[in-house]
């Protein structure tokens, strides 16, 4: 991957790749899980026993390969005497019917092993199943190992097995190291096996996708777009509208409500949920929100958001962790929000900030309006009561309480409580200083134009007086 974060750690669909594969595992209701873990394991670790505190960790030693890693987490699985499925961290879209269809196939079976496998038209880079004249599996031959005939063949091993755990452990320690790789791999278990007469046999996977393996950037990209086709079709299929399937991401842990439509070029990203009768985008994302039936979020960045009801949002605006927009509000154009309330019926129509308040209902906040909530040491908040309309241009300084019904002029900075029902006014005087252009900044086409315009004026004078 050529990456600082391990390759299992990369996520698609809002999830890392080890997660997908222990959802995965976990649908199989298993009496363990087991993970192996090496490289930066104490990252990967930590990742897994957030997402799972019940898995249990072992650490590969420096022995490499996936022989080694299975018969390490055989040794922690003492007195287990049944099925052991293996599945790889870096195969993250098999779902649970296509496991399920495997381990079915192999508790029909008297195999000691049954792997899954694929029919690819490009193979590249996968081992091979080399099959007997009967159609059971010999062996599995790796990419690098692979002569042109074995390279040729299309079906591969996905790396998936589900082995008979007795037979399992009396070989897996046979597992050498004597190739290209001089890795201890599973795959020379077939030979092993077969070479003691009990049976191998491989189950195809209905969608070779489901066994895409994760090496490098180019097959994560591959990968994110399979699971989010796979998780925009099953909503589409529940009754949610997407305009533009290539343009919408939706996340695996997303929840949408029938009725709701998706604009092109739109995130629905994390645990948000939205529900029945909203419309979100164009050009629109949301991370962990809450969205209220029939609301509307147009041309809009949001995180950790709760949106009510009937709410209009965009376009243009930010909402930053923390805010919530109660019942048939607004955020309007160039506004942003953070860890605020914004009550009932209330609007920040355009071009206005909002941070640390709250704002009661039926507000009207005026274009450029500012709550100024940091003094250079601490975050302060706004308290504005309902039925509040105040005017274009306003600064509060927080900490400041603005009374029901209060009414605020253009361009006031609030530094003080204003008491309900109350004018709130911060005007100075005007002071106009004749000529100032000409004087200070002569030869300038301003200066020319004050200088043109003022003889026009006194010619006009000049004409009124003689007239009259």
């Known amino acids: 991957m050529k990456s600082r974060l391990p390759k299992v750690l990369h996520e698609i669909g809002g999830r890392p790749l080890v997660g997908h594969v222990l959802d995965t595992a976990r649908s199989l209701n298993p009496a363990r899980v087991v993970v192996v873990v090496r490289h930066e394991r104490d990252l990967v670790e930590s990742a897994i026993k957030a997402d799972d505190p019940n898995v249990d960790v072992v650490d ?19 007195d287990f005497d049944g099925d052991v499925l293996v599945l790889s961290g870096d195969v993250p879209l098999l779902d649970a019917d296509t496991i399920s269809l495997l381990v079915a196939a192999h508790r029909a079976s008297t195999a000691a092993v049954t792997l899954l496998s694929a029919l690819m038209e490009d193979p590249f880079g996968y081992g091979r199943i080399l099959r007997s004249d009967r ?5 599995i031959v790796e990419q690098k190992d692979a002569t042109s ?57 209905p969608d070779a996708t489901a066994v895409l393996g994760v090496n490098d950037r180019v097959q994560l990209s591959e990968a994110a777009r399979t699971l989010n086709a796979r998780t925009v079709d099953k909503w589409q299929r529940e009754g949610v509208t997407v305009l533009d399937p290539a343009t919408t991401w939706i996340d695996t842990n997303a929840v949408l409500a029938a009725d709701v439509t998706l604009l092109p070029n739109t995130f629905i990203l994390g645990a948000t949920t939205i529900a029945a009768g909203a419309t979100v985008g164009p050009d629109t994302t949301l991370r ?63 071009l206005s900030y909002v941070g640390d308040t709250t704002i009661g209902a039926h507000v009207n906040l ?9 003094d250079d040491l601490t975050k302060h908040r706004t308290e504005i009561g309902d039925e509040v309309h105040t005017g274009s241009h306003n600064v509060f300084v927080a900490p400041v309480k603005i009374g029901d019904g209060a009414k605020t002029g253009a361009g006031a900075v609030i ?11 911060s005007v100075a005087p005007q002071r106009n200083v004749t000529g100032w ?10 200066a020319d134009a004050a200088a043109a315009n003022r003889a026009a004026q006194e010619t006009g004078n000049g004409t009124q007086k003689e007239d009259s």
Do not use: W
């Open 288 to 350: 962990d929100c809450e969205v209220a039936e029939d609301a509307k979020i147009t041309r809009a960045d949001a995180t950790l958001a709760v949106i009510g009801e009937r709410v209009n949002i965009g376009p243009f605006a930010y909402l930053r962790p923390g805010t919530v927009v109660q019942a048939d509000g607004k955020v309007g154009t160039f506004v942003e929000t953070k860890n605020s309330t914004i009550g009932v019926g209330s609007k920040v129509p355009h």
């Open 135 to 139: 159609g059971s599996v010999e062996r």
């Open 415 to 425: 530094r003080k409580d204003v008491p309900a029902g109350a004018l709130a006014l």
């Open 149 to 205: 005939d074995e390279a040729a063949i299309a079906e591969i091993n996905a790396g998936v097995y589900v082995f008979q755990s007795v037979e399992l452990r009396k070989r897996i320690g046979l597992v050498g190291s004597t190739n290209a790789q001089g890795e201890r791999y599973l795959t020379d278990m077939v030979a092993l096996l077969r070479a003691d007469g009990l049976a191998a046999e491989a189950t195809v996977a």
């Open 60 to 78: 590969q030693d420096e022995v490499p390969g996936t022989g080694r890693a299975v018969e390490l987490a055989l040794q922690a699985l003492t």
């Open 437 to 446: 252009v000409e004087t200070n900044r002569p030869g300038t086409r301003a």
């Open 366 to 374: 005026g274009a450029g309006a500012i709550t100024a909530n940091y």
